[in-house]
């Protein structure tokens, strides 16, 4: 029987014209900003995504190839994503941030059979194409471009078979340290995610997603898309994220996914009321920590606990706060059905009580097939009974939720101990005129590492270096208390809302030279 995820979302159909997307204020792929509004039924949906099959088949694709795609978002990428799905082809989404040194690499790597690019970056992907052995580049929009073959093609396509472990997308890591590697995402794991979340999260058909993510990373392109896709719901497409513009399509929605940062945003908005959210009936976060204090914010400026889940790209979505249970700020929440979760020793894989700080193991049908051309990277990322290392630090409390501790990368060892960020990060977010903090370790003659806090504060807040230490050393252990506490205006952070730590210790390398 064959596994094609776009195959369970058209047995899901019930109604052909109930409603799939509007497109909100979007500029569309002819580059032509249009003031939005444009709609799409589900027969919309099969309509246009059978005649990019059929587009994509008539320039040579067979079930299989790899089709890399840096476009901006827009209603048609979409089409275009489901198209492939359809023809059995592999997506590979491209960041439009990636600069041409960048996508060099991910061709190279991934040695796509065709690349699908914007008009303006089209002779450069030419050159790239040549070099690396992709056959053919076409433009999305524009004069004889993709969408331009989509239009003139067939609606009717019949959706390629697919085995469960056939590759649907390869989506590369965000990769902070070192290369960037291409996640291997099959049928299965995007389906059996799907499901999982469409269930948990209880989405039906008269669910309106507010998707402001970008489509190009696993957030947007699958935890939000797919969900959508299998319930029948429909989505009111951003272009992009801007809060302003999300808080006033707020009142017509009824579930919004979004990463820590939106909410922040939102939060600072006068007209981010209870009343804007009168439709609503759940707020997800995922994609970076959300700190305790966003979380009551909005709580008490809503009514509404945000559901904060936890996932990466290699392996979908792993735990979640429950929809009909206490949703715990500053947890993400219990294993979700069919993923098993277990907390190991980084170093020697032996398994640690409950309560213990660990590495979080996953297994399940969500996870992965492994990286792209790099076997032996991925056998170094598995346990031999199939578990996969995700590199989060965390441990599980007394009533089974899981609490993220930071990235294994990140852990801190100063004068021989062990110091976990997001500890400090939640001791340094509650004093009141911060607004947001990075804990990091900087090299140290004496200790190794010395802590270090990043921090950013609320409009008009002052901070005093050695009384914040003070109070902060009444709540932490001596050796926890960062050694400075260094004050700038924002947090680096990439689309994903993400801290880029990395960048942070390099800007401050040298900060205890003298110590
Ligand atoms: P990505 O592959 O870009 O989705 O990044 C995955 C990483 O984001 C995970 O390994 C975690 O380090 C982090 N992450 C995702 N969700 C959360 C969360 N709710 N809390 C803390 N970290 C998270």
Known sequence: MSANLFEAIENGITCKDAPFMEAAGMAVAGGTEKSGGEKYSYGDMLALSGKYANALISLGIKP??????????????????????????VYLPLNTGYTMDEVAYFLADAEPVLAICRPQVKDEFERLAARFGVKKVQTMSGAGSLAEIAEKSEARFKTAPRKADDLAAILYT????????????????????????????????????????????????????????????????????????????????????????????????????ADVVRNMRLFISGSAPLSSEIHKEFSARTGHAILERYGMTETNMNTSNPYDGPRRAGTVGLALPGVELRIADAKTGHLLPQGQIGVIEVRGPNIFKGYWRM???????????????????GYIDDQGYI?????????????????????????????????????????????????????????????????????????????????????????????????????????????????
């Open 64 to 89: 299989g190839d790899r089709i890399a795609v840096q476009v901006n978002k827009s209603p048609e990428t979409l089409f275009l994503y489901l198209a492939c799905l359809r023809a059995g082809a």
């Open 375 to 393: 076997p032996e990277k991925t056998a170094a990322e598995f346990r031999p009974d199939g578990f996969f290392i995700t590199g989060d630090l």
């Open 403 to 515: 609490h993220i501790s930071g990235r294994d990368k990140d852990l801190i060892i100063t004068g021989g101990l062990n110091v976990y960020p997001a500890e400090i990060e939640a001791a340094i977010d509650a004093l009141p005129q911060v607004s947001e903090s990075a804990v990091i370790g900087v090299p140290h003659a004496d200790y190794g590492e010395g802590v270090t806090a990043i921090v950013a504060l609320h409009p008009g807040g002052v901070i005093d270096e050695g009384a914040a230490r003070e109070v902060l050393a009444k709540k932490l252990a001596a050796f926890k208390v960062p050694k400075r506490i260094i004050t700038v205006d924002a947090l680096p952070r990439n689309a994903m809302g993400k801290i880029q730590k990395k960048a942070l210790r390099e800007q401050y390398k040298n900060l205890f030279d003298n110590a």
């Open 174 to 273: 965000s990769g902070t340290t070192g290369r960037s590697k291409g996640a291997m995402l099959t049928h299965e794991n995007l389906t059996s995610n799907a499901r999982v979340l469409r269930d948990y999260w209880q989405f039906t058909s008269d669910d309106i997603l507010l998707h402001g993510l970008p489509i190009y990373h696993t957030h947007g392109l699958f935890v939000a898309t797919n969900t959508v896709l299998l319930s029948g719901s429909s989505l009111l497409f951003m272009a992009k994220f801007d809060a302003a513009a999300l808080c006033g399509l707020l009142p017509r929605a009824t579930v919004m996914m979004g990463v820590p940062t939106h909410y922040h945003r939102l939060l600072a908005l006068q007209e981010f009321k």
